[in-house]
């Protein structure tokens, strides 16, 4: 029966610093408690990484980079869901970030801005002064695997910990996936 922790060896984060991108290294320390697994980059995406390593669907988040546009200036942000979950990105996020208009940030933003590859972008190590929204679901859900800023590895943290980062936090983001 697949659970948050899967069939994944789960270490200290502080133990495995290589496994984390150098911003997510340098903030582990934001989730005291983080736990960090190696895992086949090919299976980073959470669907196989679900499947291959029994990680339930509802303890996995996944965090996106979203564009926030208002009179010419672009602002980024992170939003964390639930992968059983789908966010209001039009709605909910775009009026609580006042933007006029926003979208998914594009492909190589992410990863510039971020320092984190694609993928295995995470709210741990954002760039300073970012909006970190992390819906209801993943505070409520328990143990939830988050990226670690590279695809080879994945990060296990209380979801709830997750507000301990830096301009993070909770909002009702998303609703479940139909």
Do not use: Q
């Not at 086949?40 to 509802?58: E, W």
């Not at 940030?105 to 972008?121: C, W």
């Not at 741990?124 to 695809?151: H, Q, T």
């Amino acid at each position: 029966m697949p659970t948050s922790r899967g069939r994944l060896d789960w270490i200290p984060a502080s133990a495995r610093p290589e496994l984390l991108a150098p911003p997510v290294a340098a903030a582990a320390g934001s989730v005291p408690g983080a736990e960090v697994a190696e895992i086949d980059p090919a299976l980073a995406d959470t669907a196989a990484l679900c499947d291959a390593y029994d990680v339930a669907p509802g303890a996995s988040a996944n965090c996106v980079v979203v564009a926030a546009k208002r009179a010419g200036v672009t602002t980024y942000a992170a939003v964390v869901v639930l992968a059983t979950h789908r966010a209001d990105i039009n709605g909910v996020v775009r009026r609580h970030l006042g933007a006029r208009k926003i979208s998914f940030a594009p492909h190589d933003d992410a990863v510039g801005l971020t320092r984190m590859e694609f993928g295995g972008i995470t709210p741990v190590g954002l760039p300073d002064g970012w909006p970190v929204l992390v819906d209801d679901a993943v505070v409520d859900a328990g143990e939830v695997v988050i990226g670690s800023g590279l695809r080879r590895s994945k990060i296990l943290v209380p979801g709830a910990d997750l507000l301990r980062l830096p301009h993070a936090e909770r909002l009702v983001l998303a609703a479940p996936s139909p």
